[in-house]
């Protein structure tokens, strides 16, 4: 194959697929990892809605709700 225009052409769409495939395989592995830590996310979201709520049900328990009127 000579090195004219279209060699040339060639080898520089092949060297950007090449990166193009790179640039696709590191973007799957950041959405699985934005994946988990959403996942993480929410349980620590509803860890934090289980104390809260055993914290109000202890205040109320302790009377030391403040009164609404």
Not at 3 to 10: A, V
Not at 25 to 39: C, F, H, N, T
């Amino acid at each position: 194959m000579s090195d004219g225009p279209e060699s040339l052409i060639l080898r520089q769409l092949r060297s950007m697929d090449g990166k193009l495939d790179r640039i696709g395989d590191d973007v799957r592995e950041m959405k699985g990892r934005l994946s988990a830590l959403e996942q993480q996310y929410a349980n620590v979201q509803r860890r934090l809605d289980r104390v809260d709520d055993r914290l109000e049900r202890m205040e109320r328990r302790l009377d030391l709700t403040e009164s609404a009127g």
